[in-house]
């Protein structure tokens, strides 16, 4: 943030000396904000655009017009091949890196073998799948090809992957065979086969041994894995795709009838997540980002967000307490993380346990603890500052799948209050509306966004 500060400075003629003031003229001037972030982050643009912003009408705003982009290309832009691009561990098993330049050779051959299955540009590939490599590597691999991406986790029921799935007409499932979950093994091909049957558009299944190993598959249109990336790859191309082209669908929690198909764009996302994790989060290249998460919450995405900036995403598919609660503050300490993600809850349940990670793990590597989900209690900020670090920054965050990102979070410039959350995000114009919706300040209201964001919905799919 500091250096994004000093960049304005010299390359806009623009000087804040407070973040309050950077945040006014960040919502005050989006298109001035917004080409800011496309120029500090040096995001490949393809074309040019006529304006930053078009129309400001929410929804039906729309961004960059003429410019084009690849979510994947943006990422690959920031490997570099001999460093760790991913680190991943599941579930009693060890630590797994995969650096950029086997993550590149992975995606090439996914993409290659989805070229071969038929999948372009607007089809939509779904997955049944844990947080694991495999994971990313096939989102990127869909992203690449201007394919759509959707993922839920694997122990979502055979009706709500269907509720989900079936709303996007999906070309190719890719799906695990089951998983493993505080020590016991979960068998999921019968799910995986009803989900198949009530999808009639899909033309090919694909087959991940992740809890068997010896799991194969044995139904017709179904292909293992490996038969997937068989065969010489061919090079890992980028297809140029419009803006707000749909990068993947997040879905929303399915309370109020059928879960809406929340379809966000390429560069909505890129620069949206650029700010949040790099600015915001203060996450930098070689930076290791976790966050507890399944592929069913936008955090997975988030957390795939930080190599848009040069992090690198720590995977954890399993349990956090078991075998107990211990399990992920070994994970922080063992893979070097700058930036530990996680839920108000946990951190609750770690300070009733008793824990202090901070005296049983080397977590000097440790800048900052995010937490979301859930209001973070005052007595929970005291135990992360007693016992987990002293000059730890605390960032409690608050955002939405609407968006794929935080409305209020995090500054690295400003103090941590117990209780509060520090800060608006840059470019989210949030105010609070009481009932008359007039906003006010001081008193409880409904949060209210009132200026466009690039990363709001493109469109609900069949809407």
């Keep these: 943030m500091s250096d994004y500060l000093g960049w304005l400075e010299r390359e806009r003629g623009l000087r804040f000396d407070e973040y309050a003031a950077l945040w006014r003229w960040s919502v005050d001037d989006l298109e001035a904000f917004w080409s800011s972030i496309v120029d500090y982050y040096e995001i490949p643009f393809h074309g040019r655009w006529d304006r930053v912003l078009g129309r400001r009408e929410m929804p039906g705003a729309r961004w960059f017009e003429g410019a084009e982009l690849n979510y994947a290309e943006v990422l690959f832009g920031r490997l570099v091949d001999d460093r760790p691009a991913l680190i991943a561990q599941s579930e009693g098993a060890p630590l797994r890196e995969v650096t950029?330049?086997?993550?590149?050779?992975?995606?090439?051959?996914?993409a290659t073998g989805l070229r071969r299955l038929g999948v372009g540009r607007g089809d939509r590939v779904v997955a049944v799948i844990p947080n694991i490599p495999e994971a990313v590597i096939t989102f990127l691999a869909c992203a690449s090809l201007g394919a759509v991406w959707a993922s839920c986790s694997p122990d979502f029921g055979a009706q709500s992957l269907v509720d989900r799935f079936a709303q996007v007409s999906p070309k190719v499932l890719i799906a695990v065979d089951g998983y493993r979950y505080g020590g016991k093994p979960f068998d999921r091909r019968a799910v995986v086969n009803e989900l198949r049957a009530a999808l009639p558009s899909l033309e090919a299944t694909v087959l991940i041994p992740y809890l068997d190993p010896d799991a194969a598959a044995d139904r017709p249109g179904e292909i293992d894995w490996a038969d997937l990336v068989a065969g010489p790859p061919e090079p890992l191309n980028f297809e140029s795709m419009p803006f707000d082209h749909p990068l993947w669908v997040l879905y929303s929690s399915g309370t109020t009838g059928l879960p809406k198909a929340i379809v966000h764009g390429h560069g909505g996302v890129v620069l949206e997540h650029a700010k949040a994790v790099g600015l915001m989060f203060d996450v930098r290249e070689g930076d290791r980002m976790s966050w507890f998460t399944t592929t069913g919450w936008m955090m997975w995405n988030f957390l795939v967000g930080s190599m848009l900036v040069g992090g690198v995403p720590v995977l954890y598919d399993g349990s956090p307490g078991y075998p107990d609660l211990d399990v992920l503050w070994e994970l922080a300490a063992k893979s070097r993380v700058s930036l530990f993600g996680t839920s108000a809850a946990f951190l609750a349940a770690c300070a009733k346990a008793g824990l202090r990670p901070g005296d049983t793990h080397d977590l000097s590597r440790l800048r900052s603890i995010g937490s979301t989900g859930s209001p973070l209690s005052v007595d929970v900020y005291g135990w992360v500052?007693?016992?987990?670090k002293?000059?730890?920054?605390?960032?409690?965050?608050?955002?939405?799948?609407?968006?794929?990102?935080?409305?209020?979070?995090?500054?690295?410039?400003?103090?941590?209050?117990?209780?509060?959350?520090?800060?608006?995000?840059?470019?989210a114009k949030v105010e609070a509306f009481d009932v008359a919706g007039r906003s006010v300040?001081?008193?409880?209201?409904?949060?209210?966004?009132?200026?466009?964001?690039?990363?709001?919905?493109?469109?609900?799919?069949?809407?």
């Design 100 to 110: 950029g330049a086997e993550l590149r050779a992975s995606v090439a051959a996914v």
């Design 441 to 463: 300040v001081g008193q409880t209201g409904e949060l209210v966004l009132t200026a466009p964001l690039p990363s709001m919905p493109v469109f609900f799919w069949n809407d």
């Design 385 to 388: 500052y007693d016992a987990v």
């Design 390 to 427: 002293p000059d730890v920054w605390l960032v409690s965050m608050s955002g939405g799948t609407d968006v794929v990102s935080a409305f209020v979070g995090g500054s690295p410039l400003l103090p941590v209050h117990a209780g509060e959350l520090q800060a608006r995000a840059l470019g």
